[in-house]
């Protein structure tokens, strides 16, 4: 994939569950208590691992607000400073290279978790925020590189694919509970609960398949995960899972496991949340990419329709608005014709926004906006649309509360930071490659700039002068706190 949008924003994706069963699907141990009623705590844990100290926390400024602090992340480790750049501090020497920043950070912003390969495996660490603080929580799995390298295709090696290529960390909404992956009571991966109160975590699933990539539902009651499998026969490169095999909310409280529809697909197709208990996916294929938009009820299992139009390849999704943001071509079943589409809230027919379609789409929450490949910004009714400053060659794009944009524009494989103020035109601030680009929370006309080589700057209206601010390594990822 291109790099056509490396510019995070924090948003915490919730998903799922349905109607608890008598019988445990495939896959979901039968509890051996009387279930709990929702909302009330959860059965003590059965394990209590003790921690262990990785390293001494490193010192660190400690007026940093909490929670308001920008985290930048990359395969050497994180930084944090505060959010006009200053006081940068690095936090860990830990690295992030496959995992989501955002997925790792616990909402409360008072520490994150981390899945790090050892010499003997995996290991789940828990960094505390700001002071650096950092233990073993668990040990996930045992396996060398030397046996990843000599048997690439043995059941050992899915297992630690499984842990080690997904983003398998998720924090319940009020940053209590962390739903973690790991193989600890069996030959495949199984979902654990890690309670950061008590240090005591509890196994949740037992079965054949492989469970990955755990989301929360929005109140917090149940977590939905996949369960994968590699079957062959392979080729190459071995790039992930082959057949998805099953799709399991779990009720937290009770540890009751139920079955939910899997779509007809490979991959996750998950979409996002409609309301607390419903989510969105769709069916996918090789011939006529995606199709079958619908709602499900976690509660029955129910599948509402939402949209009949197919669309290509992947479809980006408003909660906050129930929008729709989708390219479409033509000659599929049910395809609206080519070009990009809008799908507002309560409405079955898309409306044509370009004769042209997109090749990446995705809802940025900070920018309040629809980004769209190499289109621009679309606001989530259709109505104001932010053009790139050079078509097809702008990348990394930001825009700011206050209508000032940013991006990085490559040319004759040179890069370079541009921004433009309401009403003015392009102007270069910066050259050089970049990593990620954010806009100050706190002043709306600051701009924070990470380059590839690590060097952070920072560049406030109206001059925009560049200010370097210091270094990091290998930094690829950037997290700044919502307005």
């Given at each position: 994939?291109?790099?056509?949008?490396?510019?995070?924003?924090?948003?915490?994706?919730?998903?799922?569950?349905?109607?608890?069963?008598?019988?445990?699907?495939?896959?979901?141990?039968?509890?051996?208590?009387?279930?709990?009623?929702?909302?009330?705590?959860?059965?003590?844990?059965?394990?209590?691992?003790?921690?262990?100290?990785?390293?001494?926390?490193?010192?660190?400024?400690?007026?940093?607000?909490?929670?308001?602090?920008?985290?930048?992340?990359?395969?050497?480790?994180?930084?944090?400073?505060?959010?006009?750049?200053?006081?940068?501090?690095?936090?860990?020497?830990?690295?992030?290279?496959?995992?989501?920043?955002?997925?790792?950070?616990?909402?409360?912003?008072?520490?994150?978790?981390?899945?790090?390969?050892?010499?003997?495996?995996?290991?789940?660490?828990?960094?505390?925020?700001?002071?650096?603080?950092?233990?073993?929580?668990?040990?996930?799995?045992?396996?060398?590189?030397?046996?990843?390298?000599?048997?690439?295709?043995?059941?050992?090696?899915?297992?630690?694919?499984?842990?080690?290529d997904y983003d398998n960390l998720a924090w319940d909404p009020g940053g209590r509970y962390l739903a973690f992956v790991g193989a600890m009571d069996g030959p495949t991966s199984d979902l654990y609960l890690y309670d950061t109160e008590t240090g005591r975590i509890r196994r949740l699933t037992d079965g054949e398949a492989q469970a990955v990539f755990p989301t929360w539902s929005w109140d917090g009651e149940y977590i939905l995960l996949y369960g994968v499998s590699w079957r062959g026969p392979f080729g190459g490169a071995i790039l992930g899972h082959d057949h998805l095999d099953e799709v399991v909310a779990v009720h937290v409280s009770s540890g009751l496991g139920t079955l939910l529809p899997v779509p007809k697909s490979v991959a996750f197709n998950f979409v996002g949340w409609q309301g607390a208990r419903h989510y969105i996916t769709y069916d996918s294929d090789e011939t006529c990419y995606a199709k079958n938009l619908r709602s499900v009820d976690v509660v029955t299992g129910e599948a509402t329709p939402i949209m009949e139009a197919s669309f290509y390849s992947v479809i980006a999704y408003s909660d906050q608005y129930e929008a729709f943001l989708f390219a479409s071509a033509g000659g599929c079943p049910a395809s609206p014709g080519e070009g990009t589409f809008l799908l507002s809230e309560g409405q079955t027919t898309p409306v044509k926004l370009l004769d042209r379609k997109v090749y990446e789409v995705s809802w940025l929450p900070g920018t309040q906006a629809f980004y769209a490949y190499p289109e621009g910004f679309f606001s989530a009714d259709g109505t104001k649309v932010y053009e790139p400053p050079v078509y097809e060659k702008s990348y990394q794009p930001a825009i700011s509360e206050n209508d000032y944009q940013a991006w990085e524009v490559i040319e004759n494989r040179q890069g370079r930071v541009v921004v433009k103020a309401p009403g003015g035109d392009w102007q270069t601030i910066l050259e050089g490659d970049v990593a990620a680009l954010a806009w100050h929370v706190m002043a709306p006309e600051t701009l924070t700039i990470v380059l590839k080589d690590g060097s952070l700057y920072t560049a406030s209206a109206p001059a925009f002068n560049a200010q370097i601010m210091g270094h990091m390594e290998g930094v690829n990822q950037i997290w700044v706190p919502l307005p």
């Amino acid at each position: 994939m291109q790099k056509h949008c490396t510019f995070f924003v924090l948003i915490l994706i919730l998903i799922v569950s349905s109607s608890c069963q008598s019988q445990a699907p495939a896959g979901i141990p039968t509890p051996s208590a009387t279930p709990v009623p929702a909302g009330t705590e959860p059965p003590a844990p059965t394990v209590t691992p003790t921690p262990t100290i990785l390293a001494p926390p490193p010192t660190i400024t400690p007026s940093i607000p909490a929670g308001l602090y920008t985290m930048y992340g990359g395969p050497e480790g994180i930084w944090i400073s505060q959010p006009d750049g200053t006081s940068l501090t690095k936090l860990t020497d830990l690295g992030i290279d496959r995992l989501d920043l955002h997925r790792v950070r616990s909402p409360n912003g008072d520490r994150m978790a981390l899945i790090v390969q050892t010499e003997e495996g995996f290991d789940l660490v828990e960094v505390l925020i700001p002071g650096g603080e950092t233990k073993t929580i668990a040990h996930l799995y045992s396996i060398t590189d030397e046996e990843l390298t000599a048997k690439p295709t043995s059941a050992r090696a899915f297992t630690a694919y499984a842990i080690r290529d997904y983003d398998n960390l998720a924090w319940d909404p009020g940053g209590r509970y962390l739903a973690f992956v790991g193989a600890m009571d069996g030959p495949t991966s199984d979902l654990y609960l890690y309670d950061t109160e008590t240090g005591r975590i509890r196994r949740l699933t037992d079965g054949e398949a492989q469970a990955v990539f755990p989301t929360w539902s929005w109140d917090g009651e149940y977590i939905l995960l996949y369960g994968v499998s590699w079957r062959g026969p392979f080729g190459g490169a071995i790039l992930g899972h082959d057949h998805l095999d099953e799709v399991v909310a779990v009720h937290v409280s009770s540890g009751l496991g139920t079955l939910l529809p899997v779509p007809k697909s490979v991959a996750f197709n998950f979409v996002g949340w409609q309301g607390a208990r419903h989510y969105i996916t769709y069916d996918s294929d090789e011939t006529c990419y995606a199709k079958n938009l619908r709602s499900v009820d976690v509660v029955t299992g129910e599948a509402t329709p939402i949209m009949e139009a197919s669309f290509y390849s992947v479809i980006a999704y408003s909660d906050q608005y129930e929008a729709f943001l989708f390219a479409s071509a033509g000659g599929c079943p049910a395809s609206p014709g080519e070009g990009t589409f809008l799908l507002s809230e309560g409405q079955t027919t898309p409306v044509k926004l370009l004769d042209r379609k997109v090749y990446e789409v995705s809802w940025l929450p900070g920018t309040q906006a629809f980004y769209a490949y190499p289109e621009g910004f679309f606001s989530a009714d259709g109505t104001k649309v932010y053009e790139p400053p050079v078509y097809e060659k702008s990348y990394q794009p930001a825009i700011s509360e206050n209508d000032y944009q940013a991006w990085e524009v490559i040319e004759n494989r040179q890069g370079r930071v541009v921004v433009k103020a309401p009403g003015g035109d392009w102007q270069t601030i910066l050259e050089g490659d970049v990593a990620a680009l954010a806009w100050h929370v706190m002043a709306p006309e600051t701009l924070t700039i990470v380059l590839k080589d690590g060097s952070l700057y920072t560049a406030s209206a109206p001059a925009f002068n560049a200010q370097i601010m210091g270094h990091m390594e290998g930094v690829n990822q950037i997290w700044v706190p919502l307005p």
